[in-house]
């Protein structure tokens, strides 16, 4: 079973950074695409950017700029470097991996951001 684990959330003040990681149980070549999504108290979860095997990335629009997705197949880890964080990211991040029949989800990690 394909686990993947978030970590590197805490609480931070606007206009600092942070880096999240996701590291999975496997090979992150085994999935197509690899993505991360948040959820802010008494909203829906959202799609943040993703990755595929080819190293492409895609971005909200909420976030482009400010945030940068990477991989590193050797640690098997997605990292999502955060900067300019503002209070409007305050959210748990869940990492995200899909394989052409299944997709998986970390557990998430909570980023909060004061102002």
């Known amino acids: 079973q394909v686990q993947l684990v978030e970590s590197g959330g805490g609480l931070v003040q606007a206009g600092e950074s942070l880096r999240l990681s996701c590291v999975a149980s496997g090979s992150i070549g085994n999935f197509n695409v690899m993505g991360w999504y948040r959820q802010a108290p008494g909203k829906q979860r959202e799609w943040v950017g993703s990755?595929?095997?080819?190293?492409?990335?895609n971005y909200a629009d909420s976030v482009k700029g400010r945030f940068t997705i990477s991989r590193d197949n050797a640690k098997n880890t997605v990292y999502l470097q955060m900067n300019s964080l503002n209070p409007e990211d305050t959210a748990v991040y869940y990492c995200?991996?899909?394989?052409?029949?299944?997709?998986?989800w970390g557990q998430g990690t909570q980023v909060t951001v004061s102002s």
């Open positions: 995200n991996g899909r394989t052409l029949l299944k997709t998986y």
């Open positions: 990755i595929n095997t080819g190293g492409v990335t």
